[in-house]
């Protein structure tokens, strides 16, 4: 991407900036203006603010080509602010708190009802606050995903814009609401396996299979924010006998299916997994997976042409690395042609973490667009901080 140099494109320019620091570093200033084509001064000014606000250090120096001079390397420091994770699925409660590079200081989960969301919420909050003994004036941000097996989108969307809103005001914090999916697919782009990549898609095997598509490294948002319901894609010609509907994914390759077939739609999300070590079913979930997994990958790489296709979710090592071996061969497609420089199906690394890592990382990852900023919604009465003040509405 590149910047420009006038002076009203500030906010543009710090953004541009610091996502070169992110994903780059340790990067120099000239290696940033080769990148964005903004010029010396622009970035010097840009770098110094970040400087000044202590998100970026400087941390070394890198000898020159020929007889230029050497120069100092900048990377993002982590420990500039704080964010927060928050992970409603159905009944489950989970909040964590990490550094800015998604790495995790502490994580708390509890069961919890829809009436009391906001009060345990805030009380899983604050007692990271105090157990880890932070200032709260120091957190960034916090990122949201919903989750449920309910089959409406739409009302589902509406109600999560709503709790987002209303965790704002609650917690008096910037948050921004992705999909799990989306979440995964912002960790990768900034600290994971896409950060050299300009396009990849990101499925997430959760209580619904989602995905993300990523072009010109910005996440595809849908109408009415809704998108990567690959879930709801048909992978069969038979229907079912009670609904006469023709069988989706979920119904194969969900965790809900995967509940269904175990009998355990009772239990949390870690009993399930811990369960599903020593269930010798598995297998059969897993057979019965592949086949829809491998047409909705065909699909989306005839779709999309992506230059991959990261996969992760509510899985262990073993349960994802046994699905991605039932997997292959994949179904010839386009992607096979013409010259590749990644393989066609990554395995996110750290599977059992990369959701609430991608959470933790939202509230970065809106600030560095002003397109990712409409994932963002900052309480009207907030006092901002400097760091809230410079990357959320610096202009």
Not at 45 to 55: D, G, I, P
Not at 200 to 223: M, T
Request: aromatic fraction near 4%.
């Amino acid at each position: 991407m590149k910047g420009s140099n006038a002076k009203q494109n500030k906010a543009i320019n710090l953004r541009l900036v610091l996502s070169q620091i992110v994903t780059q570093g340790p990067v120099s200033r000239v290696e940033i203006a080769r990148n964005t084509q903004l010029t010396k001064q622009t970035i010097t000014n840009m770098v110094e603010e970040l400087l000044a606000a202590k998100l970026v250090e400087e941390v070394g120096i890198k000898k020159a080509e020929g007889a230029g001079k050497p120069s100092k390397m900048l990377v993002l420091n982590k420990k500039a602010a704080y964010t927060i994770a928050i992970r409603v699925a159905n009944n489950e409660l989970e909040v964590g708190l990490f550094y800015l590079n998604g790495e995790q200081i502490n994580r708390l989960h509890t069961l919890v009802e829809s009436e009391n969301l906001l009060d345990k919420t805030a009380y899983l909050v604050d007692t990271l606050v105090q157990v880890d003994d932070i200032d709260k004036s120091l957190i960034l941000g916090a990122g949201l995903s919903v989750e449920t097996s309910d089959d409406s989108a739409i009302n589902g969307y509406t109600f999560n814009k709503q709790l987002q809103h209303k965790l704002a005001n609650k917690l008096q914090l910037p948050i921004a609401l992705e999909t799990s999916a989306s979440a995964c697919a912002a960790y990768h782009m900034l600290f994971g396996e896409a950060q050299q990549l300009h396009n990849f898609i990101f499925i997430h095997l959760g209580l619904r299979v989602e995905s993300a598509v990523v072009y010109d490294r910005q996440i595809l948002l849908g109408q009415n924010g809704l998108t990567g319901a690959l879930g709801d894609i048909f992978v069969t010609p038979e229907t079912d006998e009670k609904t006469a509907e023709l069988g989706r994914l979920n119904d194969f390759a969900s965790m809900a299916s995967l509940r269904t077939m175990l009998n355990l739609n009772g239990v949390t999300q870690e009993e399930l997994i811990a369960h599903c070590a020593v269930n010798k079913q598995l297998d059969l979930w897993v057979e019965q997976a592949s086949e829809p997994l491998r047409i909705a990958i065909h699909t989306l790489e005839s779709l999309l042409n992506t230059q991959t296709i990261i996969m992760g979710g509510d899985v262990n090592e073993i349960l994802l690395e046994k699905l991605i071996k039932q997997l292959r061969p994949f179904i010839p497609s386009i992607s096979q042609y013409g010259d590749r420089e990644v393989v066609r199906l990554i395995k996110t690394p750290d599977v059992a973490n990369i959701t609430i890592k991608g959470l933790a990382v939202l509230p970065l990852h809106a600030a560095l667009s002003r397109k990712n900023m409409q994932t963002l919604h900052i309480p009207l009465e907030l006092g901002y901080t400097e760091l809230q003040q410079l990357v959320f509405l610096s202009e």
